[in-house]
Each structure stands twice: as structure tokens, then as C-alpha cells.
């Protein structure tokens, strides 16, 4: 997911790839032109916006990333995700993924957008457009997440409120891997569509 936010991203903006390995950042980065590798301290002091793709899992790695990524807008793409036999769960009880990442950089803006987004969707798309649900605290926090989801071409974002309805937008995404493992569609995502009602 990470790779591919990178090469949408990097169209419209400067992007630098973050890893814990030097050698796989520099690696990921050969393979999208106007694009740098660093590892992840190194990246989180030099952006201005951080989008954090990791597994939910690996999210305690935030803890040291508070002063690197001080000021500046965090955007969490993480599903809290896990397996259980046929089906996939959500892996928390009350609180979201973005919630828990606000919590490990306070002094951060953190929004939560492109959860519910494939990550081949994004590799193949040509423009297509799909709405992004976007969570934050403050209606500023938002218009900057929604500057960057605009940055790759069709994408719209779509605001949902603060960081407590991020799990909505969260578990969306554990019900769409469950319709498409279920029924067989691989190919399936969230679009929504216009009802056609004029605004009252
Ligand atoms: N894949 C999708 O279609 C998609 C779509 C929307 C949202 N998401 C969300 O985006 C996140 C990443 O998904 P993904 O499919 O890209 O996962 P992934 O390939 O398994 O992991 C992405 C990167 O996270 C880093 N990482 C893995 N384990 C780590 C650990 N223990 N500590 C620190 N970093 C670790 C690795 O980078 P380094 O080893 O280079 O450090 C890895 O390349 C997930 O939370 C997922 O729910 C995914």
C-alpha cells in the first residue's frame, strides 16, 4: 500500500519512502521516479505529512516518532485487521487505529483516509474517481488531509468527523474483505454514488 500511495502521490508532490531498512527504502524508491528512500526517523523528520501504512501490529514503532513528527499531519491508512478461520475481525474493542496512533504522537495532527481504498484499485487507476473517508478532530485537520487525497487524480474526500468515527470507517474495511472473500469478488470496494436528491 505503501508503494503505491508513493507513486500516486508522487504526481503532485515531493515524496521520500520510508523503511526500516536503508536498503529496501532505497530499493522501493528506484522504482518510482522523483522519488527518495530514507530510513523511517530520517523520512519523519524531513516530511511535512507523514501517511503511515504499516500493519496495525507494527504501530508501537511510533513510539520515538513524536519529536520527528512534531507539528505536522499524520495521516493513518492502518486497518486493525486479524484473522480468525473464515473471517476477518476488527482487532479492537472501543477505540480505532487512528485514535491509538493520536495517542502515540501528541503533537501531531492526525487524520485517518485511504483505509478503505485497494491498494491494487489505486495501482491501475487512471483517474477514476472514488470518494476517501476522511476522519480528524478539526475541520483544519481535514482540509490538509483533503489537500493531499485530492493530489492523486480522482480521488474526492469525503469527511466523516472527528478521530471517534474513524472505527466506522475502519471496519468498513474488514466488511468489504469479508463480502469479497465470501463471495468469491476479489475485485470489490466502497463507491458511493450520488442519490440524485437535491440538497434540502
Ligand atoms: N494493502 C491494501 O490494499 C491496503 C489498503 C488500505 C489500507 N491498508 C492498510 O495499510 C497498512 C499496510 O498494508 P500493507 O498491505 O501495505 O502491509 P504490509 O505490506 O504487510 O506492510 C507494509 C510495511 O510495513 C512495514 N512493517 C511491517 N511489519 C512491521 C513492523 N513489525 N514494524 C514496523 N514496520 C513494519 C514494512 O516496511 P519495512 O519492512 O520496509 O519497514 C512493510 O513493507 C495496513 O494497516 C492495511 O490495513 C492496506
Keep these: 500500500m505503501g508503494s503505491v500511495l508513493a507513486r500516486q502521490l508522487s504526481k503532485r508532490n515531493e515524496v521520500r519512502i520510508g ?13 518510482i521516479r522523483g522519488t527518495k528512500g530514507g530510513v523511517d526517523r530520517d523520512v519523519a523528520a524531513w516530511c511535512d505529512t507523514a501517511v503511515l501504512s504499516v500493519p496495525f501490529y507494527a504501530i508501537g514503532i511510533l513510539i520515538g516518532f513524536t519529536r520527528p513528527l512534531s507539528g505536522k499531519l499524520v495521516i493513518s491508512a492502518v486497518n486493525p485487521i486479524v484473522r480468525e478461520g473464515d473471517l476477518f475481525q476488527y482487532a479492537l474493542a472501543d477505540r480505532s487505529a487512528a485514535e491509538l496512533v ?12 485511504f483505509n478503505n481504498v485497494p491498494a491494487a484499485f489505486l495501482r491501475k487507476s487512471t483517474g477514476q474517481r ?3 473517508l476522511v476522519a480528524a478532530d478539526s475541520k ?31 471496519r468498513l474495511t474488514v466488511m468489504v474483505l469479508n463480502a469479497a472473500k465470501l463471495g468469491g469478488r476479489s475485485d470489490i470496494l466502497v463507491r458511493f454514488v450520488s442519490s440524485g436528491r437535491k440538497q434540502a
Design 19 to 31: 523503511s526500516r531498512s536503508l536498503d529496501r527504502a532505497i530499493a522501493a524508491a528506484a522504482k
Design 140 to 170: 483544519r485537520t481535514y482540509e490538509e488531509a483533503a489537500v493531499l487525497v485530492r493530489s492523486i487524480p480522482g480521488l474526492r474526500p469525503l469527511y466523516v468527523g472527528p478521530l471517534s468515527q474513524a472505527q466506522s470507517v475502519e
Design 102 to 113: 493520536a495517542s502515540a504522537l501528541p503533537l501531531s495532527r492526525v487524520a485517518t483516509a
Design 130 to 132: 472514488l470518494d476517501i
